[in-house]
């Protein structure tokens, strides 16, 4: 791989992700405190073997991180992603 000296740096903090059958979307974007939106600063297009080998690539660099320099706290609320993927269980029925 050949990084050119004038490749742009971008700094994001948040990120959407959508797919098709053929094809990952990845939006990386800016949020601001203060700013009505989030500014998005890269678009990544993937094809699904490209997503995985990426999933599995940085799960491999978060936990060689993690040996390095101990667990990444997560927030305690939910996230988007807790909410959408593992929703709350439904109360018990009550009598």
């Known amino acids: 791989m050949r990084l050119p000296a004038d490749a742009p740096l971008v700094y994001t903090n948040m990120a959407r992700i959508a797919h098709t059958r053929t ?6 974007a800016r949020y601001l ?5 989030a500014a998005v600063q890269a678009r990544v297009l993937l094809t699904p073997l490209s997503a995985k080998l990426l999933h599995r690539a940085l799960g491999d ?8 320099y101990g667990e990444i706290p997560l927030p305690g609320s939910p996230s988007l992603a807790d909410v959408l993927f593992h929703p709350p269980k439904d109360d018990p029925p009550t009598e």
């Open 23 to 28: 094809e990952f979307l990845i939006d990386l």
């Open 33 to 37: 405190p203060g700013e009505p939106d």
């Open 61 to 68: 660099s978060l936990a060689r991180y993690e040996s390095a």
